[in-house]
């Protein structure tokens, strides 16, 4: 019975602030979220990697190896998306993004940090960190069809997890007031991005519903599959294991959406909508089961 009361305190905080934003976008639907996306984009999601990654104990081996073993699990990801997207007859590289760019930030963190304290959130931000470089790096690219240096070098995120990598390789310590800064932007960030997934629900339309949850389930389901395969396959065990199939077992990202709505053609991004909605309203059935698992047999 200890391991449902502690599922619950883990789930209830994240699914009831994304309800306080579905609340608020249902009741003024007019309501401007621009504010939260640039500052989750240029401020928000560099600090989450820097306090994650700096402060939580997290060595760099720990992070070189988890940040690798995501990086399989995103090839993984890709194939599955490929394999998906060509069954469905649809655009295989604009398309592909919902599949292999999971909402690993603002949704994955806060979890891992519940379900495993601390050290739950250093490994997830690890891993949260490839994602936010490739939401702002191979999110573009694919996106646009194009590639240039200039989304890279403009990438807040990517400096970010350069200056941790040092902070951590080099074992400096960060100056408290650093740390303090941080930490506030971290749950400020988490809290505003998960309230914005709430409002996003209410605004996002589903415009082909079988092929959206065909994909999603692709996303959901497939997904910690591939993560229990890493971990089985690579012998992990305890904390890390437990963050890693959590955070394999995540929705589409909304900054799919977001990116794609800059780069793609109408057509794609309400594709990309799509799959994000469904995939999201499936998560709040599969990463309970998913957090239970991994709370069961990685404590």
């Not at 309501?31 to 984009?41: E, P, Q, S």
Request: glycine share 8%.
């Amino acid at each position: 019975m200890e391991i449902y009361f502690k599922l619950f305190e883990v789930l209830f905080p994240v699914f009831f602030v994304v309800g306080i934003g579905y609340f608020i976008g249902k009741k003024n639907p007019k309501l401007d979220t621009t504010f939260i996306a640039n500052f989750g984009a240029n401020i928000g999601s560099p600090a989450i990697v820097f306090y994650s990654v700096t402060t939580t104990g997290l060595t760099f081996e720990i992070f070189a190896s988890y940040f690798l073993y995501y990086f399989l699990a995103i090839i993984g990801f890709s194939l599955v998306g490929i394999i998906f997207l060509k069954f469905l007859k649809k655009d295989i590289i604009m398309e592909l993004p919902p599949f292999i760019l999971p909402n690993t930030g603002n949704m994955g963190l806060p979890i891992c940090l519940f379900a495993y304290g601390t050290q739950g959130l250093g490994i997830a931000g690890s891993i949260a960190s490839i994602i936010i470089l490739f939401h702002f790096t191979l999110g573009v690219f694919l996106a646009s069809k194009k590639f240039t240096l200039e989304v890279i070098v403009k990438s807040p995120a990517f400096y970010s997890i350069i200056i941790s990598v040092i902070f951590i390789y080099f074992k400096i310590e960060v100056p408290n007031f650093i740390v303090n800064t941080t930490m506030l932007l971290t749950y400020a960030t988490i809290f505003l991005i998960l309230m914005s997934l709430g409002i996003a629900l209410t605004r996002l339309k589903v415009f082909s519903f079988n092929k959206a949850l065909i994909s999603s389930v692709a996303r959901v389901l497939i997904g910690p599959l591939i993560g229990f395969f890493i971990i089985k396959f690579f012998n992990l065990e305890g904390v890390a294991a437990g963050v890693l199939l959590i955070q394999c077992s995540m929705p589409s990202a909304i900054l799919n959406y977001l990116v794609g709505s800059i780069y793609s053609p109408k057509r794609i991004v309400d594709n990309i909508a799509s799959m994000i909605v469904v995939s999201t309203v499936l998560s709040f059935i599969t990463v309970p089961i998913v957090v239970f698992l991994a709370l069961k047999y990685f404590a």
